[in-house]
């Protein structure tokens, strides 16, 4: 018994002539069913498409086809069919050899789809048990600078960094050798030096038997997003105008300030300032012309002050400063000294030159307050006692 599926199938009007037992078992049709039954009962295409295919047959274009045939519990198979024509008992017919290629073309498939996955954005390696690089994709040459060529035979230990200890890839491998998988954060290194970070997805691929043959790795370069987190918290915590420290990155710096000051028994101070006559420049000038002079009057701050200190915007034409580790409410005063001194420069706003002075109150940790509440509105408080004279600084406790 041949096991190949065979029919004969009158060409002219589409009934099958005769058929074999393996034809019988694929279709699950005794072989006296099969015969006199049309071919469009079991071929799942349209007739307007099985006619065109029957004509390439008969006059030789074609002799191999590609079909969908429906079996008799109502699967649908494809299969492909060498179609030639024979003479039998003095009639002109089809002799078709059928072969069911159905996990054939889901292999395809599937193969189509794994070399899409494989050249997508996302730069994938896959690498040998040992961790050696046997592929890589063009997204990978993208992001990391090396070719095909250059990565084949290395291992990823090519694009380390240097940011990450022995501990880290070791949790890594650990994870790996557990569960088959790991995924996180990486800061890799691009060819051309640059350092860049990437979220690594890595998955180890098994045998049958459980032993690790290959790892591939799916690599996310997210320098993008960690810009626009970078971004977004320093909107969150800074001023948009001056880019100086907002109040709520004010208030964390005096926290901390007070924590270190307390700890290492030391004297820090708060300083509130506010321009004089900002309001009279706003209506005057306008609110471009304000914002300019806001961004002078922070500079000129920054520049009397040391780099361990900080000078916040609290809004307006308020300023807050902390000055560290001081050891005299005089130091806390000279500071304030040397603001008052760059702030009776005039300011040059639309060519010309204008006058704006500004106050400001003092007050020292632990002498006027310990804890941030109380600093701050001693402070606030002095800096209106100085408000009421303009141009100078007002130390709490002295005259109020």
Request: proline share 2%; with cysteine.
């Amino acid at each position: 018994m041949h096991s190949d599926v065979m029919l004969l199938i009158d060409h002219q009007s589409g009934i099958i002539v005769d058929a074999n037992p393996s034809a019988a078992k694929f279709y699950g049709y005794p072989v006296e069913i099969l015969r006199g039954m049309s071919v469009s009962q079991i071929n799942a295409q349209t007739e307007s498409a099985i006619h065109q295919h029957r004509q390439k047959a008969i006059s030789g274009e074609q002799n191999v086809f590609s079909f969908e045939h429906r079996l008799a519990n109502g699967d649908v198979r494809e299969v492909e069919a060498h179609i030639s024509i024979v003479n039998y008992r003095g009639k002109s017919l089809f002799f078709s050899i059928i072969n069911d290629i159905t996990e054939r073309k889901h292999a395809e498939t599937e193969l189509r789809i794994a070399a899409a996955a494989f050249e997508s954005q996302a730069a994938m390696v896959i690498t040998d048990a040992n961790g050696v690089i046997m592929r890589v994709n063009s997204a990978f040459t993208e992001t990391t600078g090396y070719t095909s060529a250059e990565a084949l035979g290395q291992t990823p230990r090519m694009l380390k960094s240097g940011l990450h200890d022995a501990d880290f890839y070791g949790a890594m491998w650990e994870s790996l050798n557990f569960t088959g998988k790991w995924q996180g954060e990486v800061w890799d290194r691009r060819k051309n030096g640059e350092i860049y970070p990437k979220w690594l997805t890595i998955t180890a691929v098994k045998g049958e038997d459980g032993v690790t043959t290959h790892y591939i790795g799916l690599q996310l370069d997210i320098t993008e997003r960690k810009q626009a987190e970078k971004q977004l918290l320093l909107l969150a915590h800074h001023d948009p105008l001056t880019g100086l420290p907002n109040r709520a990155l004010f208030h964390d710096r005096l926290e901390y300030g007070l924590l270190l000051a307390r700890r290492h028994q030391q004297s820090m101070a708060v300083l509130f300032l506010d321009l004089d006559h900002f309001k009279d420049i706003n209506d005057t000038l306008g609110h471009d012309m304000g914002d300019v002079l806001l961004k002078e009057a922070t500079k000129r701050l920054l520049a009397c002050v040391r780099k361990t200190d900080t000078v916040a915007r609290m809004g307006g034409d308020e300023f807050t400063l902390i000055i560290t580790e001081i050891k005299a409410t005089e130091d806390a005063e000279l500071v304030a000294t040397d603001i008052l001194k760059a702030f009776s420069q005039p300011f040059e706003l639309n060519e010309k030159f204008y006058n704006v002075g500004c106050s400001i109150g003092i007050a020292i940790f632990p002498k006027h307050g310990k804890d941030l509440k109380t600093l701050l509105k001693h402070a606030d408080l002095a800096m209106y006692y100085a408000k009421r004279q303009r141009d100078t600084f007002c130390t709490f406790g002295n005259n109020l």
